[in-house]
């Protein structure tokens, strides 16, 4: 499932190429996900290692990471009851 969540994720990156050459990535609804590098192909790489990052850390912080194609990564606290 985390497998394909990064995939789909990736699939919605935008690229530019910079007025210096260079490559600039973003994923549209991951704030703060973003990679630029001299290649397309090493963009590719590094956004998603952030992407990977952002998604660990918010995991962990238990934020809320975006909804993708019905893939749905949140952690959701069940309450038991004893009766």
Excluded at 10 to 20: F, Q, S, T, V
Excluded at 30 to 57: D, H, K, M, P
Aim: with cysteine.
């Amino acid at each position: 499932m985390l497998t394909q969540y990064i995939q789909k994720a990736m699939y919605k990156a935008n690229y530019a190429i910079l007025e210096d050459g260079s490559f600039y990535g973003e994923i549209e609804g991951f704030s703060g996900v973003y990679a630029n590098a001299t290649s397309l192909e090493l963009c590719r790489e590094l956004l998603q290692e952030v992407l990977e990052g952002w998604i660990i850390l918010g995991l962990r912080l238990q934020h809320d990471l975006p909804i993708i194609d019905n893939i749905d990564l949140n952690y959701k606290l069940e309450v038991a009851y004893i009766v």
